[in-house]
């Protein structure tokens, strides 16, 4: 029994990161994204939020809103690309700390997740299916 669980932890151990990565890119993006196109949908919805419910601190509503439909506009894209993977997260995960510190902190459950993809983006970056691993191996020649 022993010898079948090590088989598979080594299996396990095995998959390379960039097929663990991929998924996770995709998520962060899916979610960033789809709220950018929320707010572009209805913009003047999306201002009366950040002025009668976000009420994010020291940022007038409107360049609060404005601030975050182009973080959620650009970055997702970025992700996707696995270009310049490593900043995106770390401003998407500032983005997260602010919605969960400022906006919903009851929301804590769904902003660890994000928090932990984007911990494991920032620290290990894209992976090999990305432009950034292109981009790097290209740099260092």
Excluded at 88 to 117: C, D, K, N, R, S
Aim: with cysteine.
């Amino acid at each position: 029994m022993t010898d079948l669980l090590d088989r598979i932890r080594r299996w396990l151990e095995a998959v390379p990161y960039a097929l663990l990565a991929l998924p996770l890119r995709l998520a962060v993006a899916t979610v960033f994204w789809n709220s950018g196109m929320t707010k572009l949908a209805n913009w003047d919805t999306a201002v009366a939020l950040f002025t009668e419910e976000y009420r994010v601190p020291l940022l007038a509503p409107e360049l609060a809103a404005y601030m975050a439909a182009s973080i959620e506009l650009s970055t997702p894209v970025l992700l996707v690309l696995g270009l310049l993977t490593r900043p995106a997260a770390f401003v998407l995960l500032g983005m997260t700390t602010v919605i969960e510190v400022f906006v919903y902190p009851q929301a804590w459950p769904t902003h660890i997740q994000w928090a932990a993809m984007l911990l494991v983006l920032l620290c290990r970056g894209a992976g090999a299916w990305s432009l950034d691993h292109l981009l790097w191996r290209r740099w260092m020649r």
